[in-house]
């Protein structure tokens, strides 16, 4: 091949050349505004969607940590701790009444009672009522 045939042949593969590294280039171009899209994308959507998000986050965290701290302040605990020991004393205070109540001989106060009324009888005759 001679000198004119091989410049022949490279001014003919020349364009061909040429336009595959103008689509390549294209399609590098299209990549990257496509990128350069989703990123302000996501900077002008999400990423303010995901700001409220935290100081949401924050803002319920604070209110957790308040109500902790109401919690400690009211000493629930020890307010269930002194209503359960009241009401045991309670319990033993009914207990200790049932026991009484028990021991009481119910025939020997049935006859304290007809002996006062049988007095009170003779008393209220006396005054003539």
């Known amino acids: 091949m001679d000198i004119n045939e091989q410049n022949y042949v490279e001014k003919n593969n020349l364009p061909k050349y040429e336009k595959a590294g103008f689509i390549l280039?294209?399609?590098?171009?299209?990549?990257?505004?496509?990128?350069?899209?989703?990123?302000?994308?996501?900077?002008?959507?999400?990423v303010p969607k995901a700001v409220n998000l935290i100081h949401t986050v924050q803002r319920t965290l604070d209110n957790m940590e308040t109500v902790s701290e109401d919690l400690k302040a009211l000493e629930l605990a020890e307010a269930i701790k002194n209503i359960e020991d009241d009401t045991a004393q309670a319990m033993s205070d009914v207990s200790s009444a049932m026991d009484q109540i028990e021991k009481l001989d119910i025939d020997s106060l049935n006859q304290s009672i007809q002996e006062l009324k049988d007095s009170t009888e003779k008393f209220s005759s006396l005054f003539g009522r």
């Open 25 to 46: 280039r294209m399609i590098v171009a299209i990549c990257s505004l496509l990128t350069f899209l989703t990123i302000l994308i996501v900077a002008i959507i999400i």
